[in-house]
Each structure stands twice: as C-alpha cells, then as structure tokens.
C-alpha cells in the first residue's frame, strides 16, 4: 500500500511555470507506476503524464506535450510535474496516482491506478 501527498500548486499566469510535487509513503514506491492526472470544474478527469517504475520512457498528453515533464527520484519516494508555459486552461486539480499492477507501460485511464493523493489546485489567470 503507497499513500501520496500532492503539493506545489498556486495561482500563476499565463506563460509562468509550477513544479509539482508527489511524495509516497511506504518502501515499494519504485514498483509503482506514477501518472499525473487532472480535473477541472465540470470535466472529466483526464490524463497528463506518466512515468515507469525506472523513471523512463516517459508519457504526456497532448494537450502539455512539449510544456510539461515528469519526473521521478526513488530514492526520495517522489515524483515531479514540471509544468512550463501555463495556459488558462491548464487550471485544475492535479491528482498523482499509483499503479501497482505488472504492466509495463502506464495506462492512460484512471481506473486502473490504485492509489490517489488529495490533489493540489493549478489556477492559471491573468
């Protein structure tokens, strides 16, 4: 079992960067997979990025392709969102979650992960 506790996020503007952070409890967190998920108002949760359990190859959206990157330190039981050239509609709840499963390659569907953090709220506005 992995509890994950979210924090870094703010208000910004447009064009400003955040890092997120993501730090795990428990001595298996490099046998998760870690994604970066987020949900604003009114929407679906939606996938961001994701990481192996080594740190790579690693997965984005399109939407933050090119803007943002995942990270991870295992030996500090945390994964990071560096998230660069923020747009207004980057804002959300940004959720980490852990997936315990066998698969290699991270899904992409929020269901299949195990473990969620709290969420750490991103507000992009000018």
């Known amino acids: 079992q992995v509890q994950l506790v979210e924090s870094g996020g703010g208000l910004v503007q447009p064009g400003d960067s955040l890092r997120l952070s993501c730090v795990a409890s428990?001595?298996?967190?490099?046998?998760?997979?870690i994604a970066w998920f987020r949900q604003a108002p009114g929407k679906e949760r939606e996938f961001v990025a994701a990481?192996?359990?080594?740190?790579?190859?690693?997965y984005y959206a399109d939407s933050v392709k090119g803007r943002f990157t995942i990270s991870r330190e295992n030996a500090k039981n945390t994964v990071y969102l560096q998230m660069n050239s923020l747009k207004p509609e980057d804002t959300a709840i940004y959720y980490c979650?852990?997936?315990?499963?066998?698969?290699?390659?991270?899904?992409?569907?929020?269901?299949?992960?195990?473990?969620w953090g709290q969420g750490t709220q991103v507000t992009v506005s000018s």
């Open positions: 428990g001595r298996t967190f490099s046998s998760y997979k």
């Open positions: 979650a852990a997936d315990g499963s066998t698969s290699t390659i991270p899904a992409r569907v929020p269901s299949l992960y195990d473990y």
């Open positions: 990481t192996r359990r080594s740190g790579n190859p690693t």
